[in-house]
Protein backbone atom coordinates (compact mmCIF):
# COMPACT_ATOMS: atom_id res chain seq x y z
CA UNK A 1 0.00 0.00 0.00
CA UNK A 2 1.32 3.23 -0.85
CA UNK A 3 -0.95 6.23 -1.07
CA UNK A 4 0.90 10.01 -1.88
CA UNK A 5 -0.63 13.38 -0.62
CA UNK A 6 0.00 17.08 -1.00
CA UNK A 7 3.42 18.55 -2.60
CA UNK A 8 6.12 15.12 -4.07
CA UNK A 9 9.40 17.50 -4.83
CA UNK A 10 10.37 14.72 -7.12
CA UNK A 11 11.03 14.99 -11.47
CA UNK A 12 8.47 12.31 -11.64
CA UNK A 13 5.43 12.57 -9.46
CA UNK A 14 3.62 9.01 -8.54
CA UNK A 15 -0.24 9.00 -8.66
CA UNK A 16 -2.01 7.83 -6.20
CA UNK A 17 -2.50 4.09 -6.69
CA UNK A 18 -6.48 3.31 -7.48
CA UNK A 19 -7.67 -0.35 -8.17
CA UNK A 20 -9.42 -0.74 -11.36
CA UNK A 21 -13.42 0.32 -10.95
CA UNK A 22 -15.46 -3.10 -10.12
CA UNK A 23 -18.68 -3.59 -11.86
CA UNK A 24 -21.51 -1.63 -10.29
CA UNK A 25 -23.32 -4.57 -8.88
CA UNK A 26 -20.35 -6.07 -7.00
CA UNK A 27 -20.96 -5.13 -3.34
CA UNK A 28 -16.79 -6.15 -2.69
CA UNK A 29 -15.70 -3.72 -5.05
CA UNK A 30 -17.82 -1.45 -3.48
CA UNK A 31 -16.95 -1.91 0.00
CA UNK A 32 -12.73 -1.92 -1.55
CA UNK A 33 -13.72 1.61 -3.02
CA UNK A 34 -15.01 2.94 0.29
CA UNK A 35 -12.49 1.63 2.56
CA UNK A 36 -10.05 3.34 -0.08
CA UNK A 37 -11.59 6.69 -0.12
CA UNK A 38 -11.41 6.54 4.27
CA UNK A 39 -7.76 5.85 3.83
CA UNK A 40 -6.96 8.62 1.15
CA UNK A 41 -9.22 10.70 3.64
CA UNK A 42 -7.61 10.34 6.83
CA UNK A 43 -4.19 10.53 4.95
CA UNK A 44 -5.43 13.86 4.06
CA UNK A 45 -6.74 14.67 7.24
CA UNK A 46 -3.32 13.67 8.65
CA UNK A 47 -1.35 16.11 6.01
CA UNK A 48 -2.98 18.79 7.24
CA UNK A 49 -2.67 18.26 10.53
CA UNK A 50 0.82 18.16 10.19
CA UNK A 51 1.27 21.43 7.84
CA UNK A 52 -1.16 23.02 10.46
CA UNK A 53 1.41 22.64 13.42
CA UNK A 54 4.89 22.91 11.46
CA UNK A 55 6.59 25.74 9.57
CA UNK A 56 6.54 24.61 6.49
CA UNK A 57 4.96 22.79 3.88
CA UNK A 58 3.83 19.31 4.01
CA UNK A 59 4.25 16.50 1.30
CA UNK A 60 2.78 13.02 2.57
CA UNK A 61 3.14 9.30 1.68
CA UNK A 62 1.53 6.52 3.90
CA UNK A 63 3.16 3.45 3.27
CA UNK A 64 3.22 -0.54 4.34
CA UNK A 65 7.16 -0.21 5.53
CA UNK A 66 8.27 -3.13 7.26
CA UNK A 67 11.59 -1.34 9.28
CA UNK A 68 11.72 2.44 7.76
CA UNK A 69 8.72 3.83 9.55
CA UNK A 70 9.48 7.32 9.51
CA UNK A 71 11.23 9.69 7.03
CA UNK A 72 12.09 12.74 6.01
CA UNK A 73 13.30 15.05 3.21
CA UNK A 74 13.47 18.47 3.26
CA UNK A 75 13.61 21.35 0.62
CA UNK A 76 14.91 24.33 1.76
CA UNK A 77 14.98 26.11 -1.00
CA UNK A 78 10.84 25.75 -1.51
CA UNK A 79 10.20 25.44 2.19
CA UNK A 80 9.11 22.06 1.56
CA UNK A 81 9.05 18.58 3.74
CA UNK A 82 8.27 15.45 2.00
CA UNK A 83 7.55 12.71 4.77
CA UNK A 84 7.01 8.85 4.77
CA UNK A 85 4.60 7.21 7.45
CA UNK A 86 3.65 4.07 7.81
CA UNK A 87 -0.09 3.58 8.27
CA UNK A 88 -0.38 2.94 11.91
CA UNK A 89 -0.35 6.79 12.19
CA UNK A 90 -3.72 7.23 10.60
CA UNK A 91 -5.01 6.53 13.62
CA UNK A 92 -2.77 8.57 15.68
CA UNK A 93 -4.24 10.46 18.73
CA UNK A 94 -3.97 14.16 18.98
CA UNK A 95 -0.79 14.37 21.38
CA UNK A 96 1.10 11.42 19.13
CA UNK A 97 0.29 13.78 16.18
CA UNK A 98 1.77 16.69 17.97
CA UNK A 99 4.61 15.22 19.01
CA UNK A 100 5.38 14.01 15.61
CA UNK A 101 4.66 17.22 14.00
CA UNK A 102 7.35 18.79 16.35
CA UNK A 103 9.88 15.55 15.97
CA UNK A 104 9.87 16.28 12.29
CA UNK A 105 11.14 19.45 12.74
CA UNK A 106 13.18 18.66 15.92
CA UNK A 107 14.61 15.27 15.42
CA UNK A 108 16.49 15.75 18.19
CA UNK A 109 13.78 16.10 20.77
CA UNK A 110 13.98 13.32 23.72
CA UNK A 111 10.47 14.12 24.58
CA UNK A 112 8.43 14.29 21.71
CA UNK A 113 10.65 11.26 20.27
CA UNK A 114 9.85 9.20 22.92
CA UNK A 115 6.20 10.18 22.66
CA UNK A 116 6.42 8.72 18.96
CA UNK A 117 8.54 5.76 19.49
CA UNK A 118 6.02 4.58 22.64
CA UNK A 119 3.01 5.05 19.33
CA UNK A 120 5.23 2.70 17.41
CA UNK A 121 6.24 0.24 20.29
CA UNK A 122 1.82 -0.40 21.09
CA UNK A 123 1.47 -0.40 17.40
CA UNK A 124 4.22 -2.92 16.45
CA UNK A 125 1.46 -5.81 15.70
CA UNK A 126 0.46 -3.62 12.40
CA UNK A 127 3.58 -4.03 11.15
CA UNK A 128 3.91 -6.76 8.36
CA UNK A 129 6.44 -9.74 8.89
CA UNK A 130 8.90 -9.73 6.25
CA UNK A 131 8.77 -12.37 3.99
CA UNK A 132 11.02 -14.98 5.02
CA UNK A 133 13.80 -16.74 2.51
CA UNK A 134 15.35 -19.60 2.74
CA UNK A 135 19.68 -18.45 4.22
CA UNK A 136 22.35 -21.01 3.97
CA UNK A 137 24.71 -21.53 6.13
CA UNK A 138 28.48 -21.24 5.31
CA UNK A 139 30.39 -22.15 8.85
CA UNK A 140 33.14 -23.69 8.07
CA UNK A 141 35.85 -21.69 6.77
CA UNK A 142 39.55 -22.80 5.66
CA UNK A 143 41.12 -21.56 8.83
CA UNK A 144 38.21 -20.91 11.32
CA UNK A 145 35.18 -22.46 12.04
CA UNK A 146 32.43 -20.34 13.01
CA UNK A 147 29.95 -22.65 14.24
CA UNK A 148 32.93 -23.89 16.92
CA UNK A 149 33.65 -20.20 18.52
CA UNK A 150 29.89 -19.61 18.52
CA UNK A 151 28.83 -22.44 20.40
CA UNK A 152 32.16 -21.34 22.86
CA UNK A 153 31.58 -18.34 23.30
CA UNK A 154 27.58 -18.63 23.94
CA UNK A 155 28.45 -21.21 27.17
CA UNK A 156 31.16 -18.99 28.00
CA UNK A 157 30.00 -15.43 27.82
CA UNK A 158 26.28 -15.92 27.38
CA UNK A 159 25.12 -18.94 29.83
CA UNK A 160 23.67 -20.44 26.36
CA UNK A 161 20.87 -17.66 25.93
CA UNK A 162 22.10 -16.56 22.44
CA UNK A 163 19.86 -18.32 19.87
CA UNK A 164 20.97 -16.50 16.24
CA UNK A 165 22.34 -18.30 13.59
CA UNK A 166 25.96 -17.61 11.84
CA UNK A 167 27.13 -17.63 8.82
CA UNK A 168 30.42 -16.61 6.86
CA UNK A 169 29.26 -13.34 4.73
CA UNK A 170 29.18 -13.46 0.71
CA UNK A 171 32.22 -11.72 -0.70
CA UNK A 172 30.55 -8.24 -1.87
CA UNK A 173 30.80 -7.14 -5.43
CA UNK A 174 32.64 -4.41 -6.22
CA UNK A 175 34.97 -3.33 -9.53
CA UNK A 176 37.11 -0.81 -8.04
CA UNK A 177 39.72 -0.74 -4.88
CA UNK A 178 37.62 -1.12 -1.59
CA UNK A 179 38.40 1.26 1.01
CA UNK A 180 36.65 0.34 4.01
CA UNK A 181 35.23 -3.44 5.92
CA UNK A 182 32.90 -4.55 7.89
CA UNK A 183 33.76 -7.27 9.66
CA UNK A 184 30.42 -8.75 10.82
CA UNK A 185 26.88 -7.87 10.86
CA UNK A 186 23.57 -8.75 13.01
CA UNK A 187 20.06 -8.68 11.34
CA UNK A 188 17.24 -8.81 14.01
CA UNK A 189 14.85 -9.59 11.44
CA UNK A 190 16.53 -12.56 10.67
CA UNK A 191 18.46 -13.47 13.84
CA UNK A 192 21.71 -14.40 11.69
CA UNK A 193 25.12 -13.13 12.11
CA UNK A 194 27.31 -12.86 9.03
CA UNK A 195 30.98 -12.29 9.49
CA UNK A 196 33.32 -11.07 6.54
CA UNK A 197 34.88 -14.15 4.21
CA UNK A 198 38.12 -11.88 4.41
CA UNK A 199 38.55 -12.58 7.98
CA UNK A 200 39.13 -16.54 7.31
CA UNK A 201 42.78 -15.68 6.42
CA UNK A 202 45.92 -17.61 8.29
CA UNK A 203 47.16 -14.09 9.02
CA UNK A 204 44.05 -13.11 11.57
CA UNK A 205 44.60 -14.19 14.34
CA UNK A 206 41.90 -16.31 16.47
CA UNK A 207 41.37 -13.80 19.30
CA UNK A 208 40.57 -11.10 16.36
CA UNK A 209 37.90 -13.73 14.90
CA UNK A 210 36.00 -14.51 17.81
CA UNK A 211 36.19 -10.85 19.42
CA UNK A 212 34.06 -10.07 15.97
CA UNK A 213 31.86 -13.58 16.92
CA UNK A 214 30.99 -11.77 20.50
CA UNK A 215 30.61 -8.26 18.99
CA UNK A 216 27.97 -9.54 16.83
CA UNK A 217 26.65 -12.18 19.01
CA UNK A 218 26.38 -9.35 21.68
CA UNK A 219 23.92 -7.33 19.49
CA UNK A 220 21.95 -10.39 19.73
CA UNK A 221 21.82 -10.42 23.71
CA UNK A 222 21.26 -7.33 24.19
CA UNK A 223 18.78 -6.07 21.26
CA UNK A 224 18.28 -3.36 19.24
CA UNK A 225 16.14 -0.60 19.56
CA UNK A 226 15.13 1.87 17.31
CA UNK A 227 14.70 5.75 17.13
CA UNK A 228 11.01 7.09 15.83
CA UNK A 229 12.57 6.89 12.57
CA UNK A 230 12.93 3.33 12.32
CA UNK A 231 16.30 3.85 12.81
CA UNK A 232 18.69 0.90 14.44
CA UNK A 233 20.60 2.00 17.98
CA UNK A 234 23.27 -0.74 17.66
CA UNK A 235 25.38 0.53 20.58
CA UNK A 236 23.80 1.62 23.50
CA UNK A 237 25.77 1.76 27.10
CA UNK A 238 24.47 -1.50 28.15
CA UNK A 239 26.09 -3.31 24.54
CA UNK A 240 29.84 -0.85 25.21
CA UNK A 241 30.15 -1.72 29.23
CA UNK A 242 29.85 -5.41 28.05
CA UNK A 243 32.03 -5.51 25.09
CA UNK A 244 34.81 -3.57 26.94
CA UNK A 245 34.69 -6.24 29.64
CA UNK A 246 35.37 -9.29 27.00
CA UNK A 247 38.42 -10.62 28.19
CA UNK A 248 40.96 -10.08 24.62
CA UNK A 249 38.94 -6.50 23.51
CA UNK A 250 42.07 -4.28 24.02
CA UNK A 251 44.08 -6.64 21.74
CA UNK A 252 41.52 -7.16 19.55
CA UNK A 253 41.14 -3.65 19.25
CA UNK A 254 44.59 -3.21 18.83
CA UNK A 255 45.14 -5.45 15.88
CA UNK A 256 41.85 -3.67 14.38
CA UNK A 257 43.49 -0.47 14.68
CA UNK A 258 46.71 -1.63 12.58
CA UNK A 259 46.58 -0.05 9.59
CA UNK A 260 48.89 -2.85 7.88
CA UNK A 261 46.33 -5.41 9.09
CA UNK A 262 43.37 -3.08 7.83
CA UNK A 263 45.11 -3.01 3.85
CA UNK A 264 45.89 -6.65 3.82
CA UNK A 265 42.33 -7.57 4.34
CA UNK A 266 41.29 -4.98 2.12
CA UNK A 267 43.58 -6.82 -0.93
CA UNK A 268 41.59 -9.72 0.02
CA UNK A 269 39.91 -11.53 -2.63
CA UNK A 270 38.08 -14.61 -2.90
CA UNK A 271 39.31 -17.79 -4.57
CA UNK A 272 39.17 -17.47 -8.40
CA UNK A 273 39.30 -13.81 -8.74
Known amino acids: MQLEFG ?13 MPPPAHS ?5 TLTARSAL ?16 CTIGLTITDNTSRIISSKRYPSHNLLHVRLHH ?32 ISAN ?13 LYQKGDFFDLAELFNELNHQMF ?14 SS ?32 YFVRYIVFHEMLHAYVGV ?32 NDPTNINRLLRFRPHGE
Open 7 to 19: FTPTPKTKDIEKP
Open 27 to 31: AQGAS
Open 40 to 55: EQAAENLRRELNRQTE
Open 88 to 119: MFLDAPPDVVTALAYWLEHPRSNKAGAVVDQF
Open 124 to 136: QHRIAPRKRRTIY
Open 159 to 172: QGTVTAKITWGMFP
Open 175 to 206: SGRRRSIRFGSYVEEQDLIRVHPALDQDFVPR
Open 225 to 256: SRSPSGRRRVHPPEFKLLEQAYPDYERAVAWQ
